[in-house]
């Protein structure tokens, strides 16, 4: 395997890794905003100090698909 193909490679695996990590940080993130009991039911107990957590969710996002793209966009110029 050429160095480059394993930089490749290693790459590929942290942005599959990234997008993961993402995925289950929205997921925690959502759950624990909207909570399991009953409907909103973490967004009415302590109402006065519960924070929207989409604006964070989607600045997350928005790099994360930046990067993802950025990378892609790379590698299809290097060939």
């Not at 929205?26 to 909207?34: F, H, I, M, Q």
């Not at 600045?59 to 060939?79: E, H, I, K, N, S």
Request: proline content about 5%.
């Amino acid at each position: 395997m050429t160095p480059q193909r394993a930089f490749h490679l290693s790459v590929s695996l942290t942005s599959v890794v990234l997008i993961v990590g993402v995925a289950i940080f929205n997921g925690l993130n959502l759950a624990e905003a909207y909570g399991s009991g009953a409907p909103y039911f973490s967004r009415t107990t302590n109402m006065d100090k519960w924070t929207d957590p989409l604006p964070a969710l989607y600045a997350t996002d928005a790099l994360t698909v930046g990067l993802t793209v950025g990378y892609f966009c790379w590698t299809r110029r290097a060939r």
